[in-house]
């Protein structure tokens, strides 16, 4: 089918108009990216079926998008359709000891919730960006600490239309990295178990997290550590030493702050990242001899620079 036939297909059975060619940019914390062929918005679990039928039956790729704070999406764009779940899972309900919300509900605000009802264990996440999906989904985590070691249970959806839930002690959690990575998946709601505690003691401890993240992390478009840390040592660490820090490809930059963050400083395209990404990957390996992986997830199609102008 081709796209304008998927375009008034989803047009005509879903109540919000898919945006067609829409800029990735715009949803990505890094400002760049190419368009997007479709982004849907369903407004229910019914929409979304929907949707996930008709690319099932057309063989049209999909990728599901959270808050676009750990990708990178290369300059051609994506192609199929892109799932934004805000329309239908931002809601959240605080329990005495545990939280449930909507996959896209944002992380900071969810922390800053928990401040408010008492509820101890989030704090670590204070100053995450992202949304609930996706810090399950990559596991995301800092001050030795991480969301998988706090999640009941969760609901999701095959991209057959299929329904249902798993425990936590059903998926499996590593170091930026969560056993739904390796399926096909969408999750739609997530149950977080916490501790009832002193509400001063949470908010003091949740603000120096923060702040300290503050003084740390460069104030540009970023997608927070490129890299992922290898064994034993962190990435930040090897590209200073390696000397990489400052290496810059066009608005591309190493921060100078912060070696583990790649910093768009205006205008930088997904392939000046990428031929960043590689500069400071072979000197870290010529200098330090460590084999640097990325830990930002990187989709989309290359374009030419033809495309591009
Ligand atoms: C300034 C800055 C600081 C950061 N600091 C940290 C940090 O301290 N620790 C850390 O771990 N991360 C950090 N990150 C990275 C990022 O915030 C996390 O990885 C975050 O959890 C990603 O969530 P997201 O909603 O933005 O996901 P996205 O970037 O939109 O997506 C990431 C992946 O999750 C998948 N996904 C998203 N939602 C769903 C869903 N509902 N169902 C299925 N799959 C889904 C996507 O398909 C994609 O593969 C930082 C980023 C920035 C910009």
Same mark, same amino acid.
């Given at each position: 089918?081709?796209?304008?036939?998927?375009?008034?297909?989803?047009?005509?059975?879903?109540?919000?108009?898919?945006?067609?060619?829409?800029?990735?940019?715009?949803?990505?914390?890094?400002?760049?990216?190419?368009?997007?062929?479709?982004?849907?918005?369903?407004?229910?679990?019914?929409?979304?079926?929907?949707?996930?039928?008709?690319?099932?039956?057309?063989?049209?790729?999909?990728?599901?998008? %959270?808050?676009?704070?750990?990708?990178?999406?290369?300059?051609?764009?994506?192609?199929?359709?892109?799932?934004?779940?805000?329309?239908?899972?931002?809601?959240?309900?605080?329990?005495?000891?545990?939280?449930?919300?909507?996959?896209?509900?944002?992380?900071?605000?969810?922390?800053?919730?928990?401040?408010?009802?008492?509820?101890?264990?989030?704090? &670590?996440?204070?100053?995450?960006?992202?949304?609930?999906?996706?810090?399950?989904?990559?596991?995301?985590?800092?001050?030795?600490?991480?969301? %998988?070691?706090?999640?009941?249970?969760?609901?999701?959806?095959?991209?057959?239309?299929?329904? &249902?839930?798993?425990?936590?002690?059903?998926?499996?959690?590593?170091?930026?990295?969560?056993?739904?990575?390796?399926?096909?998946?969408?999750?739609?709601?997530?149950?977080?178990?916490?501790?009832?505690?002193?509400?001063?003691?949470?908010?003091?401890?949740?603000?120096?997290?923060?702040?300290?993240?503050?003084?740390?992390?460069?104030?540009?478009?970023?997608?927070?550590?490129? &890299?992922?840390?290898?064994?034993?040592?962190?990435?930040?660490?090897?590209?200073?030493?390696?000397?990489?820090?400052?290496?810059?490809?066009?608005?591309?930059?190493?921060?100078?702050?912060?070696?583990?963050?790649?910093?768009?400083?205006?205008?930088?395209?997904?392939?000046?990242?990428?031929?960043?990404?590689?500069?400071?990957?072979?000197?870290?390996?010529?200098?330090?001899?460590?084999?640097?992986?990325?830990?930002?997830?990187?989709?989309?199609?290359?374009?030419?620079?033809?495309?591009?102008?």
């Amino acid at each position: 089918m081709s796209l304008l036939k998927w375009k008034e297909k989803l047009l005509s059975v879903l109540s919000r108009p898919p945006a067609v060619e829409e800029p990735m940019w715009k949803h990505t914390s890094m400002r760049i990216g190419g368009p997007a062929e479709i982004m849907a918005f369903p407004q229910s679990i019914n929409e979304l079926r929907i949707v996930l039928e008709l690319a099932a039956v057309n063989n049209v790729p999909l990728f599901v998008i %959270g808050q676009g704070t750990n990708l990178l999406v290369k300059d051609g764009g994506v192609r199929g359709i892109v799932l934004n779940l805000v329309d239908m899972s931002y809601y959240s309900y605080f329990e005495k000891s545990s939280i449930r919300a909507g996959a896209s509900v944002k992380l900071t605000y969810l922390v800053k919730e928990a401040i408010r009802f008492g509820l101890r264990g989030l704090e &670590f996440a204070s100053g995450i960006p992202g949304s609930l999906g996706g810090a399950i989904y990559m596991n995301a985590g800092a001050y030795n600490k991480s969301i %998988g070691q706090l999640v009941s249970r969760i609901k999701l959806m095959d991209y057959e239309g299929n329904f &249902f839930e798993r425990t936590g002690s059903e998926l499996v959690f590593g170091y930026r990295w969560s056993s739904l990575q390796e399926e096909k998946l969408i999750i739609l709601e997530g149950v977080l178990d916490l501790i009832p505690g002193e509400r001063e003691e949470i908010r003091r401890y949740a603000e120096q997290i923060l702040q300290e993240r503050q003084e740390k992390h460069p104030n540009f478009p970023s997608a927070g550590s490129f &890299f992922r840390n290898p064994p034993g040592k962190t990435a930040g660490y090897l590209i200073e030493k390696a000397g990489a820090k400052g290496f810059a490809v066009g608005d591309a930059q190493v921060s100078m702050q912060h070696g583990n963050f790649i910093i768009n400083k205006g205008e930088a395209t997904a392939e000046d990242v990428l031929n960043l990404m590689e500069m400071v990957k072979e000197k870290v390996k010529s200098v330090m001899n460590v084999e640097l992986e990325p830990e930002v997830r990187i989709i989309g199609e290359n374009c030419t620079k033809q495309e591009r102008d």
